[in-house]
């Protein structure tokens, strides 16, 4: 990551990490839940905010090589909402199997989007919301709009309202060859600060970050090295790059056609957040994503690729009135 004198100042609506401490009443439980899979079942785990027993749930899904400590502060400020307004809520923030507290497959062929559809309708069966709500940044909302678009979802898995993050069924080829040149390069650093740097330098199309809201970010990314030597590495199954090194065009382009029959399918009311910058969601794809299916509402952030981190203040309190309204 660079020092501050070659990075952008932060906007002043990017929040100070006190609001951490303001919500120090809040603190995630971790759980787990058991998937099945031809190799005799895995566990996923994720972190579950606010009221335990609450029927109302809203299901923060990460992108690809992320983990569900992402969604930290945007947790917080639904807890916060919803109690301030005496609501009662559970923000439940998975780690995608392969990914953060989760384990890693035995075979790699599982890392794929219909896999993790199955896993989180595991969880959903698990949690048995009675009002359902789904945010997915990137990967995760590929998953929401298979599990939304299933047609004949049984009623734990019905999706009121969907916030899709920097993604659609058409990701943009060029896209997919940048995250193809460091997916499975889990690295080795010495300390949490060069593992932020090695990070920021891959991801600094998230937009706009202190150097302390980037850390924080990445700590959760982290593990130490099984070999005594107290170096850290990023805390993913490096197999993921397995099928992902494996789509064609051809076999996007079925991908892509099959996804756009899912998110026809939606009938949940939803939230399209686009990064004004993205390389991955075209302004092609959001605009027809507005047309078509659910008619998603377009939000796009200035200044930010992709994808958005729900650090910035905006960013936060435009999805916790959609979640919340």
């Keep these: 990551?660079?020092?501050?004198?070659?990075?952008?100042?932060?906007?002043?609506?990017?929040?100070?990490?006190?609001?951490?401490?303001?919500?120090?009443?809040?603190?995630?439980?971790?759980?787990?839940?058991?998937?099945?899979?031809?190799?005799?079942?895995?566990?996923m785990a994720y972190w579950q905010w606010g009221e335990p027993d609450s029927g109302h749930v809203v299901l923060c899904v990460h992108g690809l090589t992320r983990q569900g400590r992402?969604?930290?502060?945007?947790?917080?400020?639904?807890?916060?909402?919803?109690?301030?307004?005496?609501?009662?809520?559970?923000?439940?923030?998975?780690?995608?199997?392969?990914?953060?507290?989760?384990?890693?497959?035995?075979?790699p062929a599982g890392y794929q989007i219909p896999s993790y559809a199955g896993d989180m309708l595991a969880l959903l069966m698990q949690l048995q919301p009675s009002t359902l709500d789904w945010l997915g940044t990137s990967m995760g909302g590929l998953i929401g709009m298979v599990v939304a678009g299933l047609p004949d979802a049984p009623a734990f898995a019905k999706v009121r309202r969907l916030v899709l993050n920097d993604v659609g069924p058409v990701i943009e080829w060029q896209a997919l060859q940048r995250i193809g040149l460091y997916l499975g390069k889990t690295g080795a650093f010495e300390t949490e600060q060069q593992a932020a740097d090695?990070?920021?330098?891959?991801?600094?199309?998230?937009?706009?970050?202190?150097?302390?809201?980037?850390?924080?970010?990445?700590?959760?990314?982290?593990?130490?090295?099984?070999?005594?030597?107290?170096?850290?590495?990023?805390?993913?199954?490096?197999?993921?790059?397995?099928?992902?090194?494996?789509?064609?065009?051809?076999?996007?382009?079925?991908?892509?056609?099959?996804?756009?029959q899912s998110y026809d399918q939606i009938?949940?009311?939803?939230?399209?957040?686009?990064?004004?910058?993205?390389?991955?969601?075209?302004?092609?794809?959001?605009?027809?994503?507005t047309r078509r299916g659910p008619k998603a509402s377009l939000l796009e952030f200035a200044g930010v690729g992709h994808a958005p981190t729900f650090i910035a203040d905006d960013q936060v309190q435009a999805v916790v009135s959609f979640l919340l309204a």
């Excluded at 951490?20 to 899979?37: Q, R, Y």
């Excluded at 009938?267 to 994503?289: F, I, Q, W, Y």
């Design 198 to 260: 090695a990070l920021w330098a891959v991801a600094s199309s998230f937009g706009p970050h202190t150097p302390e809201q980037w850390l924080a970010l990445t700590r959760p990314m982290l593990k130490p090295l099984n070999d005594d030597s107290g170096r850290l590495t990023l805390h993913y199954d490096p197999a993921l790059a397995e099928p992902f090194k494996a789509v064609t065009p051809e076999s996007a382009a079925q991908g892509e056609a099959m996804l756009w």
């Design 267 to 289: 009938n949940a009311k939803t939230l399209l957040v686009r990064g004004a910058e993205s390389d991955l969601l075209s302004p092609e794809t959001a605009h027809a994503m």
């Design 70 to 107: 992402d969604f930290d502060l945007l947790a917080q400020a639904l807890c916060r909402r919803a109690a301030d307004s005496g609501q009662s809520l559970r923000v439940v923030c998975p780690d995608v199997v392969g990914r953060g507290k989760s384990d890693w497959l035995k075979d």
């Design 1 to 43: 990551m660079p020092d501050a004198s070659h990075r952008r100042k932060p906007p002043a609506h990017y929040p100070a990490f006190h609001l951490i401490a303001d919500f120090a009443m809040f603190e995630p439980s971790l759980e787990f839940v058991t998937c099945p899979d031809a190799q005799g079942g895995h566990r």
